[in-house]
């Protein structure tokens, strides 16, 4: 496709259930990126693939989180036990190169409402 | 450790008029400055980037950024706001492997 895609663009989940939120990023892309907006908040980063490597994962808030990228190219973010805390806008992002500093191409998010 | 401070949450400008977003970064070195900007359920796009080729950046849509080491400022500006400029905008540091993000400067353009 011509930009990141991100799957669902909304969830609703109740407390307790779990989780997947799917990312596709632009075709051939290296890097992928995960990031956590609260309510008007800035993303705030949590996991960092090149490749199917996750380089940087000291963002993820709990050991309830977990992301993939098997084949280094698309991306799942689990959550799992989801609590209310987690209601937020799950955004990724991919670079073409290896380096965090090239531009990073954003999807539009997936909105996480947890009742 | 690396981080950014917007100095303001909101700014609110007549259409025709200048816009200034105030953004101050604190980084243990040289940094990789961005700002992005994010339309209401739309994800971010990248304005303009600063990585000390020039100390004065051009972005897309009339946007520029002036970096200012001794201040540690990177600031944006625009001469002529218009309305579709109506958006949230994000200062960002870059490091090896993550961008920090600002908390916001939320930008209405009135007639």
């Known amino acids: 496709g011509a930009g990141v895609s991100q799957s669902p663009r909304y969830k609703v989940a109740k407390r307790g259930q779990d989780v997947a939120l799917r990312c596709d990023p632009i075709s051939g892309h290296v890097s992928l990126f995960w990031y956590q907006q609260a309510l008007g908040q800035g993303p705030e980063f949590l996991t960092y693939f090149q490749n199917e490597a996750q380089l940087d994962k000291s963002g993820l808030p709990s050991d309830r989180f977990f992301a993939e990228r098997p084949e280094g190219s698309v991306s799942t973010l689990k959550i799992q036990r989801t609590q209310q805390e987690d209601s937020a806008v799950y955004l990724c992002a991919s670079t073409q190169g290896a380096t965090v500093n090239q531009p990073q191409h954003f999807g539009d998010g997936t909105r996480l409402s947890i009742l | 450790a690396q981080s950014v401070t917007q100095l303001d949450s909101h700014v609110s400008v007549s259409e025709g008029t200048p816009v200034l977003l105030r953004c101050n970064y604190s980084s243990s070195y040289s940094p990789s400055l961005f700002w992005y900007v994010q339309h209401p359920n739309k994800g971010l796009q990248l304005l303009l980037k600063y990585t000390s080729a020039a100390t004065l950046v051009k972005g897309i849509n009339g946007f520029e950024a002036e970096f200012k080491k001794s201040e540690t400022s990177f600031h944006l500006t625009k001469p002529s706001a218009h309305m579709s400029d109506a958006a949230e905008y994000f200062c960002?540091?870059?490091?090896?492997?993550?961008?920090?993000f600002g908390t916001g400067t939320r930008l209405q353009v009135t007639l």
């Open positions: 960002v540091v870059g490091t090896a492997s993550k961008l920090t």
